[in-house]
């Protein structure tokens, strides 16, 4: 895989899960954002549903605002599934493509508010930030078992899905189910990005700019055995 293939979602992962992986200190939240940007930006026609664990819509858009991608233009393709503003018994404002969930606790209720976006707008991009926050509100079997379903309706429906997950929280054995529930994993570690499917890995420097991101091939002995250890 290379850095115009990455780059291009629609074509490279649609029907596919990819868990975008990092500690805490790394880009895991920007790689999410310009991903949508990008998508958005690029694909005239194509929507993005964003899952929301911890945030409530105003603020994803004004995060997205922070690192400079401005998504305003696109907000008509760009649709949202709230998971903590009910939760945290926060005001809420009723929005058309704005689906607000009562219980992260519940996979049933979200699946369905996500599968009415799937099936009604035919949403071409989903996004998952954070599945941590899944594995918080659920029992690690039943959240696994909610990750490998929406990569089997990626499959399906042909849309790519990304879920995004801060690594630290869980142990080995955890960590290396959420890893196997995937399709590929794009592993950011320090200065690299490292895509890793079931059979390769291709491994780059990384550079964000003002509304782009650089890939060079980075050089240097990179296992892919390492990572999914």
């Known amino acids: 895989m290379n850095a115009d293939e990455f780059l291009n979602i629609k074509k490279k992962f649609s029907g596919k899960g990819l868990l975008v992986s990092g500690d805490i200190s790394s880009a895991v939240e920007r790689l999410c954002c310009f991903s949508v940007y990008h998508f958005l930006k690029h694909n005239k026609k194509e929507k993005v549903l964003w899952v929301s ?7 994803v858009i004004r995060i ?3 690192y400079g991608y401005d998504i305003k233009p696109y907000l008509n393709r760009f649709y949202f599934v709230d998971l903590i503003s009910l939760k945290s018994g926060a005001e809420i404002e009723e929005k058309p493509k704005v689906k ?4 992260p606790g519940n996979l049933t209720e979200l699946a369905l508010a996500i599968s009415e976006f799937i099936e009604d707008e035919k949403v071409n991009l989903v996004v998952i930030y954070f599945l941590n926050s899944l594995l918080i509100y659920n029992e690690i079997p039943r959240a696994l078992e909610f990750i490998r379903v929406m990569v089997a309706r990626a499959f399906d429906s042909k849309f790519a899905f990304l879920g995004a997950y801060i690594e630290g929280e869980h142990d080995h054995k955890s960590r290396t ?11 950011m570690e320090n200065s690299h990005l490292h895509l890793i499917t079931s059979k390769s890995i291709s491994s780059f420097s990384f550079e964000f700019t003002k509304d782009q991101l650089k890939l060079t091939e980075a050089k240097g002995n990179f296992s892919r055995e390492k990572f999914l250890q």
Not at 53 to 59: A, E, H, I, Q, V
Not at 100 to 103: G, I, K, P, R
């Open 100 to 103: 607000y969930v009562q219980d």
């Open 177 to 187: 189910a959420i890893r196997l529930s995937m399709d590929a994993m794009a592993k």
């Open 64 to 66: 997205f605002e922070e």
């Open 53 to 59: 664990t911890d945030d409530p819509y105003s603020k």
